[in-house]
């Protein structure tokens, strides 16, 4: 974590950019560049995420963390516990299987993902309820994997939040993680999900 003000300032410097010109990007001011900088105050998880996403590197990268992984860190706090949870459903009972969305959200307004992906979440139940199919779709901030994670039968990632597929399926071997396409999110085509929602979970 000592790291995290020079990583910051690297990528910022590498990419040619101001402190004016990131915090547009991230939609702080350039006060919060320089303090996170001058290491004089911490990043929520969410600006991590963003900064990551912005950069297209690792959260750990940017933490300068070269040993237990940050998404790995963030499970830990919450894994045994929920793990005995999952463990404790039983497949085939009469509970409903459980879909979750991740989305990695961007404002602190949009607490349940952005528009674009309820949008998609309510046409999914909506095709889900037609073809009477007891599955529940559940959209969450990406903040919230290590706590909701460990509910699914089948999580989904938003395209903002698909770089976190390799570590969200290393931490959860048991349950199926597929990215939402480009192209099914941005039209979205539902028809595509539920296939593979009933191919894996049925």
Known sequence: ??????????????????????????????????????DE??????????????????????????????LASLFSKVKGSKQMEKGNRTKGSSQDKKVIIFDMVVSFIAASGQLQTQFLQQKLVNLLQEKQKDISVITHTSNEVATHGPEADLILLTPAFAYAQADIAKEFPQIPVLTITQKDYGLLNVETLYQEIVTLIG
């Not at 990419?15 to 006060?31: F, G, H, I, R, W």
């Open 1 to 38: 974590m000592l790291a995290l003000g020079k990583n910051i300032r690297e990528l910022r410097m590498a990419k040619k950019l101001t402190q004016k010109d990131l915090a547009q990007v991230l939609n702080v001011t350039p006060q919060a560049v320089s303090k996170w900088e001058r």
């Open 41 to 70: 105050s911490n990043l929520d998880l969410e600006t991590l995420l963003k900064l990551s996403h912005y950069f297209d590197v690792s959260v750990d990268k940017i933490l300068g963390n070269q040993s237990k992984t940050f």
